[in-house]
């Protein structure tokens, strides 16, 4: 396995190249002149065309693109255009709290989808099925934006038990971690649902019961062991889409993390900010992917890799 993980990180580096290119054309596709808005709005354009010769912006796309990679060749992502400050420095301060709130989101996301998940599939057609799946249907239908509005206008406005927004205390983890978490939860019900009861009809199963094991130990123990390899993959992507992808939940919440950090630096076209975090989310998304791969060994021994 240890080959297998080498090999996957040495693979990643290609991908980060043909990656790295294209968030290059792209930031320099948003419309808009970074240079103007550095020198401001009343700058002459003698002023403005000082900045942009300053900044580098005046050099041809492919000597600024090698600039760039050389840049971070030497672990330099670059200065802010809007604050001046390095980027390594800005994105070190946004990045952890992203993270918990991730890492939060996604784990009661993954234990109330499990159960919801279970529940449905062992009472298939009961009552139990058709709550757990209106729920999970109702999760995947919310607009995060709306539901973060509601629960804030709830909890926060009507019953003032949590803070609206920003980053205090272990409390303003609560609503920003329900908003993000409550669609993974839908997702990874259906998925434990569908693969569960597929799983079910399995020879081994009807093998278990035969032999008298509880029906308990057969779901927990021989079922869900192999059910979970399609949920394991489809976690790992939601894990990395919620990284890379809060920006609508950070900014409802004025949360001080990546995505926010994002969204002002689109407003203010500063590319070495935005250059920096979306290769940052790419090779976090690459990472979960080969985490993702290495859990199936784990949950599933006879997968060899080869």
């Known amino acids: 396995m240890l080959k297998y993980i080498v090999r996957r990180l040495l693979g990643i580096i290609p991908i980060l190249i043909v990656i790295s290119i294209f968030i290059f054309l792209f930031v320099h596709l948003i419309p808009g002149d970074p240079a103007r808005l550095v020198a ?5 354009a003698q002023d403005v065309a000082a900045v942009r010769k300053s900044l580098g912006l005046d050099k041809p796309l492919i000597q600024q693109y090698f600039t760039f990679i050389n840049h ?7 200065t802010s255009l809007k ?4 980027v390594t420095n800005m994105i070190a301060q946004r990045f952890m709290p992203t993270l918990w709130l991730s890492l939060l989101s996604i784990v009661w996301a993954v234990i109330a989808g499990l159960l919801v998940g279970v529940i449905s599939a ?3 057609n009961k009552w139990q099925d058709f709550t757990g799946m209106a729920a999970a249907v109702s999760g995947i239908s919310l607009p995060s934006f709306w539901l973060g509005l509601m629960v804030m206008q ?3 406005v009507k019953l003032g038990w ?4 920003g980053l205090e205390s272990w409390k303003s983890y609560i609503l920003p971690s329900l908003t ?12 434990t649902r569908s693969s569960l009861m597929e799983v079910l009809k399995e020879d081994y199963v009807r093998t278990s019961r035969a032999k008298g094991l509880w029906e308990r130990k057969v779901i927990w123990d021989h079922a869900l062991k192999n059910a979970l390899i399609p949920v394991v993959t489809m976690t790992g992507l939601q894990f990395g889409f919620l990284l890379g992808g809060s920006v609508v939940v950070e900014t409802v919440f004025s949360w001080p993390g990546l995505g926010r950090l994002m969204i002002d630096s689109i407003a203010f076209r500063d590319y070495p900010v935005i250059q920096a975090e979306m290769l940052l989310f790419s090779l976090e998304f690459l990472l979960i992917n080969l985490i993702v791969d290495v859990l199936y060994g784990i949950l599933n021994p006879q997968i060899r890799y080869n």
């Not at 604050?83 to 390095?86: D, I, L, V």
């Not at 949590?162 to 927004?165: A, S």
């Open 40 to 44: 401001g709005q009343d700058a002459t």
């Open 83 to 86: 604050t001046k400050q390095p």
């Open 122 to 124: 062992t009472k298939r």
């Open 72 to 78: 971070i060749l030497h672990g330099n992502l670059g």
């Open 180 to 191: 993000l978490g409550l669609g993974i939860a839908a997702v990874i019900a259906r998925f």
């Open 154 to 156: 709830l909890f926060s």
């Open 162 to 165: 949590l803070p609206t927004g």
